[in-house]
């Protein structure tokens, strides 16, 4: 079992940008491909980008295509989500996924608590 933990979160005008990272727990963090997702108030949890186990293969949702960035550091244990040109439609708990496969995939076994990011206009 991986354990995960979210930072990074904050407050953000508009057009500004944020970093989030997750760290995880064990040695096996490499074995697992990783993703993130958010929940805003009133809405179900969406997708927002996956990465697979080298970091060689990545996956986005539509509206965050070109704006975010994920990354892994597999010597850190570290995936990370950069988040550029923020709108205010981006605030949400953002949440880190952890899945036992290598591949990048957008079904996860494992989450973090999430991270809030409130995106001001």
């Known amino acids: 079992q991986v354990q995960l933990r979210e930072s990074g979160g904050g407050l953000v005008q508009a057009g500004g940008s944020l970093r989030l990272s997750c760290a995880a727990s064990g040695r096996t963090f490499s074995t697992y491909a990783m993703g993130w997702f958010r929940q805003a108030p009133g809405k179900e949890r969406e997708f927002v980008a996956a990465?697979?186990?080298?970091?060689?293969?990545?996956l986005y949702e539509d509206s965050v295509k070109g704006r975010f960035t994920i990354s892994r550091d597999n010597v850190r244990n570290t995936v990370y989500l950069q988040m550029n040109a923020l709108k205010p439609e981006d605030t949400a708990v953002y949440y880190c996924?952890?899945?036992?496969?290598?591949?990048?995939?957008?079904?996860?076994?494992?989450w973090g608590q999430g991270t809030q990011v409130t995106v001001s206009s």
């Open positions: 996924a952890a899945a036992r496969k290598v591949a990048v995939t957008r079904n996860f076994d494992y």
């Open positions: 990465i697979n186990w080298s970091g060689g293969s990545t």
